[in-house]
C-alpha cells in the first residue's frame, strides 16, 4: 500500500536537470528565449519538465533580468458595468503583451490606498495602473526611486511625473447640457454619488456651469455610491417636484437606476422628462432602456495605458497626459 505523503512543492529546476541528465544552466537556458543550447539537450529538458510537471518560476527570472512582467492595477467598484470592462480589457491586453496583472482590490481602503501600493512595489513591478483613489507624493515618489511607472485613469494628479490618462469629463457634461437645452428642459438637475470621487464632480461641475450660462440653476442630488439603487433612490427624492425636466446622471449605472423608478413613479420618458447618462455601457443600449449618454472609447483609454506601460521614458521626458474625446449617443430618453 502507498502512503499518501500530501502536498508537495513545487517541481524545481535541479529536478528536471536531474531527470534528463544534464546541469541546472542548461535547464535555465532551454527557457531563455535566445539563449543557447543544442537540439538534443532542448529536447533532454523538455522532455523531463512535462513529465515532472515542471514550470518556469517567472518571478525569480524577473528578479534575475530586473525587468518584471508583472503590472499591478489598483481599483474599487469592481463589479460595475464600465470599471470590469476596463478591467477585462486591460488585463487581456497585458497578458496579450507577455504581462500579467495584479489585481488589488480598493473597495475597503478607509485609510486610502497607499498600503496597497506598497504591497504592490513588493513584488517588483513593472507599473502600477491607478483606477481608484489618489495616491500620496510620497508613494509617487518611491515608485519613481524603484523605477516603478505610475499610471492614473480618470483623475488628476499633482505630481509632474505621474501620467494620467482620462476621458473629456468637461466637454461630455457640456455635451449633456446642451442636448437637454435642445429638449427645451428648463428645470435641470443632476445626480452623482456622494463620495466625491474626480471623473464625477467634474462632469457635475461642468454640467452646472453650462446650464448657468443659459441662466438655468440646477438642482444638485449627491449620495450613495455609484449603483442602481443610488440612481432610484434620487429619482424618489427629485421627482416629488413635478416641475423637473431634464436630469444628467454622470454615469449610466445611476442612470438606470433613475429610468426605471421614474417610469414606475408614472413620469413619461421622454415625454415628459428628459434623461442623458455617462459611459455608454453596454446595458444602455438594451431596448427596456436606450439611454442617450455620453460614450467615452474604453478601448482608447486602455490602448493609451498599455502605451504607456510598455513606454520606457528617457531622462527628462515629459509623462503622457491623454484626454480622450467622448461623443453624443442619441437614443431615446430625450
Not at 95 to 113: E, K, P, T
Not at 216 to 241: F, H, K, P, V
Not at 267 to 290: A, C, E, K, N, T
Not at 293 to 299: C, D, N, P
Request: aromatic content about 4%; hydrophobic content about 40%.
Amino acid at each position: 500500500m502507498t502512503q499518501d505523503k500530501g502536498p508537495r512543492g513545487f517541481v524545481k529546476a535541479e529536478d528536471v536537470a536531474r531527470l534528463a541528465g544534464v546541469s541546472r544552466s542548461a535547464v535555465s537556458r532551454t527557457f531563455t528565449p535566445g539563449a543557447s543550447v543544442s537540439p538534443a539537450v532542448r529536447q533532454r529538458v523538455q522532455d523531463a519538465a512535462k513529465a515532472l510537471g515542471y514550470r518556469v518560476n517567472r518571478l525569480a527570472s524577473s528578479l534575475i533580468s530586473e525587468k518584471s512582467h508583472l503590472v499591478g492595477v489598483v481599483g474599487a467598484n469592481l463589479g460595475t458595468p464600465f470599471i470590469s470592462r476596463q478591467l477585462d480589457q486591460l488585463s487581456r491586453g497585458l497578458l496579450s503583451r507577455g504581462m500579467q496583472c495584479l489585481l488589488l482590490n480598493a473597495a475597503d481602503a478607509d485609510q486610502g490606498i497607499a498600503p496597497l501600493i506598497e504591497l504592490i512595489l513588493e513584488f517588483r513591478v513593472r507599473a502600477i495602473v491607478i483606477m481608484s483613489g489618489s495616491p500620496p507624493s510620497s508613494i509617487i515618489d518611491e515608485c519613481r526611486a524603484n523605477g516603478v511607472r505610475v499610471i492614473l485613469m480618470h483623475r488628476e494628479s499633482d505630481d509632474t511625473a505621474t501620467d494620467v490618462i482620462m476621458s473629456d469629463d468637461v466637454g461630455g457634461a457640456k455635451l449633456a447640457a446642451d442636448r437637454l437645452l435642445q429638449a427645451r428642459c428648463k428645470r435641470p438637475a443632476v445626480v452623482s454619488n456622494g463620495r466625491g470621487t474626480q471623473s464625477q464632480m467634474r462632469r457635475r461641475d461642468a454640467f452646472v456651469a453650462r446650464m448657468r450660462e443659459f441662466g438655468l440653476d440646477t438642482e444638485i442630488w449627491a449620495s450613495g455610491t455609484t449603483s442602481y439603487e443610488t440612481g432610484a433612490q434620487a429619482a424618489r427624492d427629485l421627482l416629488s417636484d413635478d416641475r423637473l425636466d431634464g436630469v444628467f446622471c454622470v454615469t449610466d449605472l445611476l442612470a438606470l437606476g433613475f429610468l426605471d423608478t421614474a417610469r414606475e413613479m408614472g413620469r413619461s420618458v421622454p415625454g415628459q422628462l428628459s434623461l442623458v447618462g455617462f459611459d455608454d455601457i453596454p446595458q444602455s443600449s438594451w431596448l427596456p432602456y436606450h439611454l442617450t449618454t455620453i460614450r467615452q472609447s474604453t478601448s482608447g483609454i486602455v490602448a493609451s495605458v498599455l502605451a504607456a506601460i510598455e513606454r520606457d521614458a528617457r531622462p527628462g521626458e515629459a509623462p503622457i497626459h491623454h484626454i480622450l474625446p467622448v461623443e453624443l449617443v442619441e437614443r431615446s430618453t430625450c
